[in-house]
């Protein structure tokens, strides 16, 4: 009777701590959304008309909704399987379902990701104390690349994030003492994290292929071996590359052309228009202390590396096991860091699984390094009144170091965006796309057919704006962005073959295509074949519409 009161009272315990875990994620999800999106409503893409990348899976999402009954739910599954990419597709359908008046939908279903990822945190961090799982959970969300996710429409940070839960769920532990039905599940959803950005699959299968491979073969050498292992070391990699090669196949299968297609044109064909012409040694520093590091991790790089270091020191001291799980640590975050760093093209989303490995390898080295610290403080010299006490400072500490930084950081202090806009850029975005939209609108009222619509920059009137708003109210627009052409003979040719040519002026920016904007309207003015409709003079960039055909 005393036993089975034991494990009752042992089983109330685990699901009570469990659960304050499980109430702690959500409510710093919850705070981290508000948050974030009060920062995007000031300053991001929520207090501007929907610009650049966001916009194309809005689109799709609308597009595939409004075909969505007619096929069936088998051709409703497989129309979304060819998008660009399904998941964003269908994270942006549920929130414009769930929010239809503007769009904060689609952003506000990202905080799901953002509790999904807390929740990883927990499960790789399960069988550590109460206080140092939720220190990991309230310091993560003070790190930007989880409000960014929130605030940011496109795939990269939901991925980074799912990615880096895997490759942590990967390295945890050793392979060869897990079970079957673990690994395949594992696999599974490796195969489902790196399918949330299809284009990115490669670069995901790099990373979990090379940390499962590197963990098997770590554990082949602590069981005494590869020759007395390989056996189980060739069922462990059959259970986990199977799935993850079969969830990837069905997920990304239906739309493989068009995926290659996108990664040869834009790291081949156009990758001269993508670069950003700096120095190979500095784009190796990027993601670290570069424009990547800085908007992603912050000052929490340092905090990562100095745990890192701790980690190995420790590891140095507490056997060839420990050894081990730190190595593979660390190789984990040189792998998610070297894979975009060699890129010759950078963007701050294309480390996001980095920044999110980074996050689970703080997790994973400040326990190991707090145990440590609590073991020493446990066994000291310390006089036995004083060290309860002492212990106690010990335990809380961080935790109350990590939570006055949250109230700081993220309730008090203003959350950053990864795209910010400010007032004058919001202004000229709006009635830049309001002015362009009503002109389109107007000359399409009495047009029977398409209405062709060029742009030549996409600033301050995106393309993919007027077609969304076309999509959403379902005028016959064809939209043409002409941003890839290298010269301004060729972009003036495709220009031509529009109806209505929006061309704004030559300003600094990153966005792709060349800076030909002011020799394009001085040719255009000075041509009788087009006729001037609207010019838009801003601080910073004039906008012109033509109408080709006066």
């Given at each position: 009777m005393g036993i089975e009161d034991g494990i009752g009272t042992t089983d109330r315990n685990a699901w009570a701590r469990l659960s304050g875990l499980i109430v702690l994620a959500v409510v710093l999800t919850a705070i981290v959304a508000y948050k974030s999106l009060e920062a995007s409503r000031l300053n991001g893409r929520l207090a501007a008309p929907p610009i650049y990348d966001d916009v194309v899976y809005f689109i799709d999402a609308i597009t595939w909704r409004h075909g969505f009954e007619s096929p069936g739910l088998i051709g409703n599954i497989v129309s979304l399987l060819h998008q660009h990419a399904p998941f964003s597709t269908l994270v942006a359908a549920i929130g414009f379902r769930l929010v239809p008046d503007g769009y904060v939908g689609p952003y506000l279903v990202n905080a799901v990701f953002v509790l999904a990822f807390l929740l990883a945190l927990i499960c790789l961090t399960w069988k550590r104390p109460f206080h140092q799982v939720a220190t990991c959970?309230?310091?993560?969300?003070?790190?930007?690349?989880?409000?960014?996710?929130?605030?940011?429409?496109?795939?990269?940070l939901p991925w980074g994030l799912a990615l880096g839960a895997a490759t942590g769920a990967i390295i945890r532990r050793g392979v060869l003492e897990r079970g079957l039905l673990n690994l395949v599940l594992?696999?599974?959803?490796?195969?489902?994290?790196?399918s949330i950005k299809p284009t990115a699959f490669p670069a995901s299968l790099a990373v979990v292929g090379s940390m499962f491979a590197l963990r098997l073969l770590l554990d082949c050498v602590h069981a005494g071996g590869l020759r007395s292992s390989f056996r189980r070391a060739a069922l462990a990699l059959l259970c986990f590359g199977l799935p993850l090669l079969a969830v990837g196949g069905f997920l990304l299968g239906p739309n493989l052309v068009h995926t290659i297609s996108y990664i040869f044109n834009v790291f081949v064909t156009q990758r001269d228009l993508w670069t950003s012409g700096e120095s190979f040694s500095r784009g190796l520093l990027y993601f670290l202390v570069g424009p990547g590091g800085?908007?992603?991790?912050?000052?929490?790089?340092?905090?990562?590396?100095?745990?890192?270091a701790l980690r190995l020191l420790l590891a140095a001291t507490m056997g060839r096991a420990e050894i081990h799980d730190a190595l593979i640590l660390l190789a984990a975050i040189v792998v998610a860091y070297a894979i975009p760093s060699v890129a010759e093209i950078k963007s701050y989303f294309f480390g996001a699984s980095f920044y999110a490995i980074f996050i689970v390898a703080i997790v994973l080295n400040f326990c190991v390094v707090q145990s440590r610290i609590e073991a020493w403080t446990a066994t000291s010299r310390i006089d036995v009144a004083k060290r309860r006490p002492v212990l106690a400072g010990v335990r809380l500490l961080p935790l109350t170091a990590t939570a006055l930084l949250f109230v700081k950081m993220v309730v008090v202090g203003p959350v950053t965006v990864s795209l910010s806009l400010n007032g004058q850029q919001q202004e000229e975005i709006r009635i830049g796309t309001d002015r362009v939209w009503k002109l389109v609108r107007e000359l399409t009222a009495d047009r029977s057919g398409s209405l062709v619509v060029s742009f030549s920059g996409a600033y301050p009137v995106a393309p993919a704006t007027i077609q969304l708003y076309a999509v959403q109210t379902g005028l016959n627009l064809d939209i043409r962005a002409e941003l890839f052409h290298r010269t301004r003979e060729e972009t003036e040719k495709a220009l031509l073959a529009g109806d209505i040519l929006v061309v704004p002026s030559s300003i600094t920016h990153t966005l792709i295509g060349p800076r030909v904007g002011d020799e394009l309207i001085r040719t255009l003015d000075t041509d009788h074949d087009i006729c001037p409709l609207d010019s838009i003079t801003f601080p910073d960039v004039t906008l012109r519409v033509y109408r080709r055909g006066c």
């Open positions: 959970l309230i310091a993560a969300g003070c790190v930007p690349v989880l409000w960014h996710t929130v605030s940011e429409g496109r795939p990269d594992i696999g599974a959803g490796c195969g489902f994290a790196a800085k908007a992603g991790l912050n000052f929490w790089l340092w905090v990562g590396l100095a745990l890192m």
